[in-house]
């Protein structure tokens, strides 16, 4: 099996304006010394207000954590008002760019052809996507879970070729324990992880799906992430919640 760089990614949602964004970078960095980025990558996924802040304090100080955004436009240009465009990420230095996040599914109506849209334009771009899928609580408690998160995978990526798929990341986030401090058991969150990197190898083939990392979210903290992570199809996870606070951050990511 290759070996998987495990990745952490910390969704702040919409909170902290530039000024907050630019101290807890610095204390996240602080927290977290240059040994671990052998070991790990971590990713802060700020407010698009605050990317311009992030990127100077991340070039300004030769950090070795990266950034992205928490969502993108599918389109490159023109009159979407109130859109970014996955061109002005990608020159701001964004290295990721989450797509259909279950907050976009549920508020905007996002479906799996917009976020396979998005995907698209994020890799058009040169930027990697971290395409959520997740299931809602009557879908789990229906036994129905494994098959949605495959549906709902195989939608959000349709048609990409093998070399595209192999650029994605995918979180598997389930609704019910997304901000809820109900985190799936290390079981729940290898079972679908590992049934995505089955579709995923359906899709492509077994090498680009072995490649691809596949991370858990939904109320992970430093306490759980050391028996999720530790799953065999589970590379590292989307962080809502405890990514707000620079301590929790630093020692979840050092652990992963
Ligand atoms: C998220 O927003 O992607 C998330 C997983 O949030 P939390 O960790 O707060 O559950």
Redesign the pocket.
Known sequence: MMARTPLIAG?W?MNLNHLEAIALVQKIAFALPAKYFDKVDVTVIPPFTDIRSVQTVVDGDKLLLTYGAQDLSAHDSGAFTGEISGAFLAKLGCTYV?VG???RRTMHAETDEVVLAKTKAALKHGLTPIV?IGEGLDIREAGEHVAYNVTQLKGSLAGLSAEEVGKVVI?Y?PVW?????R?ASAQDAQEVCSAVRGALAEISDDATADSVRVLY?????AKNVGDIVGQTDVDG???????LKSDEFATLSAIA
Not at 177 to 181: D, H, N, Q
Not at 237 to 243: D, E, I, K, N
């Open positions: 969704n949602k989450v996040h279950s907050e959520c979180a986030e324990a997304i901000g809820t401090g985190v979210g939904g109320s992970v903290n996870a989307l962080v809502g919640g405890a990514s």
